[in-house]
């Protein structure tokens, strides 16, 4: 329970859509903060896209709003160029990051789409490195989704990829269905969606996804697990991440902790709920004990 005395449910209905920079770091705010709800985002810029996850697909996937207003930013540097959206894929035992940009018909805003893949794909590139242990190294790639019609920059595409930046410029005037190219290595090209194409209907989330998606509490709880490996539950962590997650109306949780060496899930509640989530992991391919290890909190 938190030291305040209000039980992880009370925190969790507290949440406010508000960065914490005080205490939360970069990628903490990201995984507490900006999830997104559902697996379609709003339109911008005359296009949309969903990620339908098949019925017979074994993953985790997220996305992550990055591009937040004002005081919201994640990226607070202004001068920066950000991207819109994240995508998170983890199966067969991968992790892909997808960059998603997206534009209308304008050449000049196409061409900075590109800008703000690149910049952001090397803040993620660094950040991975700073808080996941070196073995952790997901795919970072990025997707330029535009109105049909734009002219794909191709010279520039080709320049990001030779520096490591693979990037597809995807042209829709429907909501795209993008679970194809977020689910597996791009190759930096130009496409167009094929009107004849129909998506399947996505599945309901996973119960991971629904952990991660609405169950990441805005403040770090004070217990034994806590104590060694977060110093100080009220600031940001300099290297690592330490994210507690609501479980149950029972007020069980967990917690998450990544460093450079180690990724560690500690659980406060029943027994069952680290074979939930032993089963759970290794569905999408990460094996417990050897990526990722769990442990009760006494």
């Known amino acids: 329970m938190a030291k305040s005395g209000k039980t992880p449910s009370q925190i969790l209905d507290a949440k406010k859509d508000s960065l914490d920079w005080g205490r939360f770091n970069f990628l903490e705010n990201l995984l507490v903060f900006c999830t ?33 207003p004002g005081r919201e930013a994640l990226v607070r540097e202004e001068s920066t ?19 998603i940009e997206m534009k209308g018909k304008s050449d000049k805003n196409v061409e900075h789409g590109v ?17 996941f242990p070196t073995k952790f190294k997901p795919e970072i790639q990025g997707i330029l989704l535009v109105q049909r019609g734009a002219q794909p920059p191709l010279p520039k595409i080709a320049a990001a990829a030779r520096s ?11 909501r ?38 609405n169950c990441a509490l805005p403040k770090r709880l004070e217990d034994t697990f806590q104590v060694g490996h977060c110093p100080n539950p009220n600031r940001p ?3 690592g991440i330490f994210i507690n997650y609501l479980l149950s109306k029972k007020e069980e949780y967990a917690a ?40 009760m909190i006494s």
């Open 81 to 99: 160029p950000r991207p819109d959206y994240l995508v998170v894929y983890i199966g067969e035992g991968r992790c892909i990051c997808t960059i």
């Open 237 to 239: 962590l300099e290297e």
């Open 164 to 174: 490591g930046v693979r990037i597809l410029v995807y042209s829709s005037d429907r």
């Open 256 to 295: 998450l902790f990544s460093d450079r060496s180690r990724c560690q899930i500690g659980l406060n509640g029943s027994t069952g709920w680290m074979e939930k989530i032993k089963a759970s992991l290794e569905e999408i391919g990460l094996s417990v004990g050897r990526t990722i290890k769990i442990e």
């Open 115 to 131: 800008d703000q893949i690149t910049t952001f794909h090397q803040i993620l590139k660094e950040q991975f490195t700073e808080n």
């Open 36 to 68: 997104n709800k559902e697996w379609e985002v709003e339109p911008e810029s005359g296009v949309r896209f969903r990620v339908n996850v098949p019925n017979d697909r074994n993953c985790l996937c997220l996305i992550f709003k990055i591009d937040r």
């Open 176 to 213: 795209a269905d993008l679970f194809p190219f977020i689910s597996d290595k791009i190759t930096p090209s130009a496409a167009s969606e094929d009107p004849t194409r129909k998506s399947p209907p996505s599945r309901n989330f996973t119960l991971l996804e629904e952990v991660f998606i």
